[in-house]
């Protein structure tokens, strides 16, 4: 547990804040606006959700959001432009049990991944203390506590996942810090090392307790590279060789995303996205907006397939905060193009969400449906 830590945090003497100990995965009421959405936790002075722990959480919703409209048969349907733009096809307690049902997959499907499809490890807390103090290792009341276990069978992970769900949404548990710890484990250290950057001393989280890079990647991708361009890059801009190459996307990842910060100005230092990401085989996206995270996704599972579907269509933006109190359906038109803003003034006022959704598709003109921007 040593070696998790450090590599978490960089020393074994600290441990997660009071935003992480209180992460887990529990769904919003189910007659709510967003009965699909994780319930988050207000912790900052203005009822906001402190970034922390953010991003792994969005990273699990995307891959329920999988689970709810891609599986077998889609179990949420659209309400016109009501607020309830998503609501569950079926009767409250049928849908209950769906969305919890999803949750485990979404568990099992990122920790599976991570473990190339062949491995999983999954920690939850007993109830005595498995390791001797030390004075490199600070106690936290779950890591001195954590038992592992291993699969090989993802059938056994499910059924495991389901009988210890309480150990990631009881009303006290740790959820978020077991999963993040499970997820490690499943890539194991070596990998993990190797994925970062062995030359280096990198860390799964920032100085601030946020999620890095590469924790959004082993939870997205299953591979915790520090970057989210295609490939290695061997050349720095001035095109000479790098000490030792930058690794980032290898595959065409299943759920792909997407990036804006109004802050980086110029064109040549903003962060770089590759194909990979930006076309996922499922049309769900973890979107980073102004380091707000969310998920964009679209009811039809084979958007991305061919180009021509991509003419006109719909996505649907949740981000978690309770600030979001209805639905926010976007209608996405890439057939005539879009006008010049006439100006960097001009250019400057298009909301955030949308500047984002113009790196994967340029030329598209994206109407809000009579929902003010937010982000």
């Given at each position: 547990?040593?070696?998790?830590?450090?590599?978490?945090?960089?020393?074994?003497?600290?441990?997660?804040?009071?935003?992480?100990?209180?992460?887990?995965?529990?769904?919003?009421?189910?007659?709510?606006?967003?009965?699909?959405?994780?319930?988050?936790?207000?912790?900052?002075?203005?009822?906001?959700?402190?970034?922390?722990?953010r991003g792994m959480t969005m990273c699990v919703q995307a891959y329920i959001l999988k689970h709810l409209l891609y599986k077998?048969?889609?179990?949420?349907?659209?309400?016109?432009?009501?607020?309830?733009?998503?609501?569950?096809?079926?009767?409250?307690?049928?849908?209950?049990?769906?969305?919890?049902?999803?949750?485990?997959?979404?568990?099992?499907?990122?920790?599976?991944?991570?473990?190339?499809?062949?491995?999983?490890?999954?920690?939850?807390?007993?109830?005595?203390?498995?390791?001797?103090?030390?004075?490199?290792?600070?106690?936290?009341?779950?890591?001195?506590?954590?038992?592992?276990?291993?699969?090989?069978?993802?059938?056994?992970?499910?059924?495991?996942?389901?009988?210890?769900?309480?150990?990631?949404?009881?009303?006290?548990?740790?959820?978020?810090?077991?999963?993040?710890?499970?997820?490690?484990?499943?890539?194991?250290?070596?990998?993990?090392?190797?994925?970062?950057?062995?030359?280096?001393?990198?860390?799964?989280?920032?100085?601030?307790?946020?999620?890095?890079?590469?924790?959004?990647?082993?939870?997205?991708?299953?591979?915790?590279?520090?970057?989210?361009?295609?490939?290695?890059?061997?050349?720095?801009?001035?095109?000479?060789?790098?000490?030792?190459?930058?690794?980032?996307?290898?595959?065409?990842?299943?759920?792909?995303?997407?990036?804006?910060?109004?802050?980086?100005?110029?064109?040549?230092?903003?962060?770089?996205?590759?194909?990979?990401?930006?076309?996922?085989?499922?049309?769900?996206?973890?979107?980073?907006?102004?380091?707000?995270?969310?998920?964009?996704?679209?009811?039809?599972?084979?958007?991305?397939?061919?180009?021509?579907?991509?003419?006109?269509?719909?996505?649907?933006?949740?981000?978690?905060?309770?600030?979001?109190?209805?639905?926010?359906?976007?209608?996405?038109?890439?057939?005539?193009?879009?006008?010049?803003?006439?100006?960097?003034?001009?250019?400057?006022?298009?909301?955030?969400?949308?500047?984002?959704?113009?790196?994967?598709?340029?030329?598209?003109?994206?109407?809000?449906?009579?929902?003010?921007?937010?982000?």
């Amino acid at each position: 547990m040593l070696a998790l830590r450090k590599l978490l945090f960089g020393t074994g003497n600290y441990t997660f804040n009071i935003e992480w100990k209180r992460t887990r995965f529990t769904f919003r009421d189910v007659k709510s606006n967003f009965p699909y959405g994780l319930f988050m936790e207000k912790l900052g002075s203005r009822g906001m959700t402190i970034h922390g722990s953010r991003g792994m959480t969005m990273c699990v919703q995307a891959y329920i959001l999988k689970h709810l409209l891609y599986k077998d048969d889609c179990l949420l349907e659209e309400k016109g432009n009501s607020s309830n733009l998503l609501v569950e096809r079926f009767n409250i307690g049928f849908f209950e049990d769906q969305r919890e049902d999803a949750l485990i997959h979404a568990l099992a499907d990122i920790l599976w991944k991570a473990g190339e499809g062949k491995y999983a490890a999954v920690t939850i807390v007993g109830e005595k203390m498995c390791i001797s103090p030390s004075p490199e290792l600070r106690f936290d009341n779950y890591t001195e506590k954590i038992l592992i276990y291993e699969f090989t069978d993802f059938e056994a992970l499910l059924k495991f996942l389901r009988r210890n769900l309480d150990q990631f949404q009881g009303d006290f548990s740790p959820g978020g810090i077991l999963m993040v710890y499970s997820a490690m484990l499943s890539r194991t250290f070596p990998k993990l090392v190797a994925d970062m950057d062995e030359h280096k001393t990198p860390t799964i989280l920032t100085a601030a307790e946020a999620c890095t890079t590469a924790l959004i990647n082993l939870f997205l991708t299953g591979r915790a590279v520090s970057y989210l361009f295609n490939g290695k890059v061997v050349y720095d801009k001035k095109k000479k060789p790098l000490p030792y190459p930058l690794l980032g996307q290898k595959e065409r990842a299943e759920l792909g995303f997407l990036f804006w910060d109004k802050t980086e100005f110029e064109v040549q230092d903003r962060t770089e996205v590759g194909s990979m990401l930006k076309t996922p085989k499922l049309p769900i996206w973890l979107t980073s907006v102004n380091d707000v995270f969310g998920v964009l996704f679209c009811t039809v599972p084979d958007l991305l397939s061919h180009w021509r579907k991509e003419h006109r269509f719909c996505l649907f933006y949740f981000t978690g905060q309770t600030t979001q109190i209805q639905g926010t359906k976007l209608t996405i038109d890439n057939r005539s193009g879009r006008a010049d803003p006439g100006g960097e003034e001009e250019e400057q006022k298009i909301p955030s969400l949308e500047r984002c959704i113009l790196t994967k598709w340029p030329d598209a003109v994206v109407n809000w449906n009579g929902t003010s921007p937010f982000v």
